[in-house]
């Protein structure tokens, strides 16, 4: 039985994932089995919705209105929707920039953000995906990965991003094990300099679903109580969310 539009359209957009995040024409139809030019005519259908972007070098990536879509899944709007005026009382009282993330692979994937006025610099966006290993929210999400995720990423994911990245296996599984024992992540400008972090696991029923994290100039003075105002709102988000959240399956990996 030929195959239907919809089938063929599906087919392209499934050739992205963490490994295939920039493709080419070429690459795309190969990874579908379609003919180049009938790739090349439905990614233009696609990239006319918002599906994929056609990058100048003749690259596609997916497009931000799929993002979009994929919020609407239950667990993360219920996720997203509960964990927002958390997020706002601890800026309010901290004034520093404060994350809310899941892991999507082997990613970090930045659900939602507070800034206002950040004295920091801030690579992160709300939707933008980042390394596990070299942010805060991403090395508690990385602590309480799976053990094949956790060895995918300790062979071929610890890229030197700044000169203080850990990047050395042993030393990031040390880490990891801290974070499990002390229940909190910390960076020192890791994913970008002049940038520290500190983050926390958000449970429902004894599983991290999501991390809370914040980002300052300098922990040394201020990380117990950050820690603390971190600690205190996921676990009112994760009380919230006990009767009924059920988290998305598709992409966590």
């Keep these: 039985m030929a195959a239907t539009v919809s089938a063929k359209l599906l087919s392209l957009l499934g050739t992205f994932d963490t490994r295939h995040r920039r493709q080419t024409l070429s690459g795309i139809a190969r990874r579908s089995g379609l003919p180049i ?14 599906a994929v ?16 879509l994929g919020l609407l899944a239950a667990g993360e709007v219920d996720l997203s929707r509960v964990a927002e005026p958390f997020l706002h009382d ?24 507070v800034s206002g006025h950040a004295s920091v610099p801030i690579v992160s966006s709300t939707g933008s995906r980042l390394p596990l290993h070299s942010t805060g929210v991403g ?19 610890l890229t030197r991003l700044t000169a203080y990245t850990v990047t050395e296996p042993a030393r990031m599984r040390a880490q990891l094990h801290r974070i499990r024992r002390d229940g909190y992540a ?8 002049g940038a520290c972090s500190v ?12 991390a809370l994290g914040i980002v300052v100039p300098d ?35």
């Design 199 to 210: 983050a926390v696991p958000v449970e429902v029923d004894g599983h991290v679903i999501a």
């Design 53 to 68: 972007r056609r990058l100048e070098s003749g690259e596609y990536v997916i497009g931000r209105r799929i993002w979009r």
């Design 219 to 253: 922990l040394r003075k201020v990380r117990a109580r950050l820690v603390a105002a971190l600690q205190v709102a996921a676990r009112g988000i994760g009380r919230t969310l006990e009767s009924g959240f059920h988290p998305p399956e598709a992409g966590l990996g």
């Design 37 to 50: 030019s009938t790739a090349h005519r439905l990614l233009a259908e696609l990239e006319a919705w918002g």
């Design 186 to 193: 910390q960076t020192f400008e890791e994913m970008t300099l």
């Design 139 to 157: 090395k508690v999400l990385l602590a309480h990965a799976p053990a094949e995720v956790q060895e995918e990423v300790l062979a071929h994911g």
């Design 90 to 113: 601890i800026h309010a009282a901290t004034r520093a920039v404060v994350h809310l993330a899941v892991r999507e692979g082997t990613e970090v994937l930045y659900l939602d953000r």
